[in-house]
């Protein structure tokens, strides 16, 4: 059995925020499952490109795709990250209309 990679918070954290920023400067709504598939598209075209993932997260297939596992538990309003950051959560939710 092979060992799984050990997601990189802090990279993941930081393309979050900056698909976030670039959503608000652009005026576009995002919802958790745009921010997911984002990261895994970028993990993809740097894997090609380079050789290894952005985030180093572990995905998980689900119904409409594969899945972050650490990305999508960070989206999540109970994820325990006043453990790593302060004045965690940095951003607000909304619920999706």
Not at 55 to 75: I, Q
């Amino acid at each position: 059995m092979t060992d799984r990679m050990r997601a990189n918070i802090q990279k993941i954290l930081e393309a979050v925020l900056f698909l976030l920023r670039e959503a608000t400067q652009s005026g576009v709504k995002v919802t958790q499952y745009d921010i997911v598939k984002s990261i895994f598209i970028a993990d993809i075209w740097h894997l090609e490109k380079y050789g290894r993932p952005i985030s180093f997260d572990n995905y998980a297939a689900m119904e409409n795709g594969p899945v972050p596992c650490e990305t999508y538990d960070l989206l999540k309003p109970d994820y325990p990250g006043e453990r790593y950051f302060e004045g965690w959560p940095i951003w607000k939710t909304s619920p999706a209309t």
